[in-house]
């Protein structure tokens, strides 16, 4: 007989704080039988929505949701191993990941979990992987200062910036180090919001201002690496990603996962891409370049041609066939780069970047850019309004220093 699972968030409002606040629990139920477990979160009686199980506070909703996938994640876990599910064996499970570690590396494992359990659904998987080297960084820290963990409710500032010139030492970039610190200070976050400590001891620390330079190829650039001809498969497959991002603005991943399918017909006859972003989910819509076309034009024939790409299996109709690992294509995307002479670091973030400043370049309006490119908020676009500005003002300055020059030459003569 198919057990009953039902999971159900709602808060006591008679064991009230004296802040007003009040626990947010979880009734686990199984096979008619319940038990309940905290949470870790809290809110206001006015803030909770009943029906909905639900606050008005969108990032603590973002964690119940973690919660209620972590208990979901647990129970499939349990139902695969051992067959059958009690509400005893579940709680069991989760009072180890529910209650809130009291040491740093504890509580950075626990936050890494509830990432985890998101991929695919509200997470990316390199969100995720990103995350993973944040809490590595700090494990060595940790390492380093001699120390096998560290009790949260001793940390003061000076471990903020302890870890800042750990990181400093490794000669890592502002803004990556800025990353790293996040973490640490997302972790501290949580910890006050799980009451292992009363407020953030890092909540008054500064960050370096990075400097946001954005890196884009000029169109001769990029002209250059359409005429290359590469011999070698992969360095072949990086140089067409590459180009089709600098005329579409696809994010490396949304590569990776284009079908034909994405590809529409409007009205017109004018074709363009519609898909979501990886990343944030958000639905880009981009016309379809001719170039970009070509290229597409061109991986269809080579798949039809191949015997082994005949049958794609479950309808995965994909564009680019990626044989090799990121890192792979990266590497061999630099050596494409250096064969053409371009100094420019190469990578698939660049690519996008030159497909938002030549798109304002030309003209296209800044709203119509973001929808383009996926953007979940325009200020994400107005860093390529900003360069463009900077291009144009530089250009005007080359222009009157180059005019100065010629009156001056004309006033010696």
């Keep these: 007989m198919r057990s009953t699972f039902k999971i159900l968030f709602y808060i006591n409002r ?11 629990l979880c009734r686990i139920t199984i096979d008619g039988k319940s038990t309940a477990i905290t949470t870790g979160e809290q809110c206001k ?8 199980g639900l606050t008005t506070d969108k990032k603590t909703n973002q964690r119940i949701g973690e919660f209620k996938e972590l208990v979901e994640k647990i129970y499939q876990d349990i139902l695969i191993n051992d067959g059958v599910v009690s509400v005893e ?13 009291t040491t ?51 940390i003061t ?3 903020f910036e302890e870890y800042r010139f750990y990181l400093k030492k490794r000669g890592l970039a502002t803004a990556t180090m800025n990353r790293y610190l996040c973490w640490l200070s997302r972790l501290m976050y949580r910890a006050v ?4 400590i009363r407020c953030n001891p890092f909540e008054n620390a500064k960050y370096e201002k ?6 884009f190829l000029q169109k001769s650039e990029v002209s250059k690496l359409m005429a290359l001809r590469v011999l070698d498969k992969e360095a072949e497959q990086a140089r067409r990603m590459f180009i089709f991002s600098c005329f579409t603005g696809l994010a490396i991943a949304d590569m990776e996962h284009l079908q034909f399918g994405h590809i529409q017909t409007a009205a017109d006859g004018q074709k363009y891409i519609r898909k979501e972003r990886q990343k944030t989910k958000v639905e880009f819509v981009v016309p379809l370049h001719p170039i970009a076309e070509a290229i597409i034009n061109q ?12 049958v794609r299996g479950k309808g995965n109709d994909l564009v680019f066939h990626c044989a090799c690992s990121r890192s792979v294509m990266n590497a061999k995307l630099g050596i494409v780069g250096k064969a053409c002479g371009i100094r420019e670091r190469l990578s698939y973030h660049v690519a996008r970047h030159t497909f938002g400043t030549m798109g304002l370049s030309t003209g296209i309006p800044i709203e119509s850019i973001a929808k383009m490119m996926g953007h979940a908020s325009i200020s994400s676009t107005q860093i390529y309004a900003q360069v463009t500005d900077n291009k144009i003002s530089e250009d005007m300055d080359r222009l009157i220093r180059k005019h100065q020059k010629e009156e001056t030459k004309e006033e010696a003569v």
Excluded: H
């Design 45 to 52: 009686s006015s803030e909770w929505n009943s029906k909905q």
């Design 210 to 215: 990075a400097e946001q330079k954005i890196r």
């Design 104 to 154: 740093l590396l504890a509580m950075s494992k626990a936050e890494l979990l509830s990432v985890k359990v998101c991929v695919g659904k509200s997470r990316a998987e390199g969100t995720y992987q990103n995350l993973l080297y944040s809490d590595k960084l700090l494990t060595e820290f940790v390492k380093d200062k001699g120390m096998t963990d560290i009790v949260i409710a001793t």
């Design 89 to 101: 064996l579940l709680k069991n499970r989760l009072q180890g990941i529910a209650t809130m570690p």
């Design 193 to 196: 919001s799980q009451r292992v």
């Design 157 to 159: 500032e000076d471990l």
């Design 299 to 310: 991986c269809k024939t080579e798949q039809e041609r191949n015997e082994r790409q005949a």
């Design 14 to 24: 008679q064991k009230t704080k004296a802040d007003g606040k009040t626990a947010i």
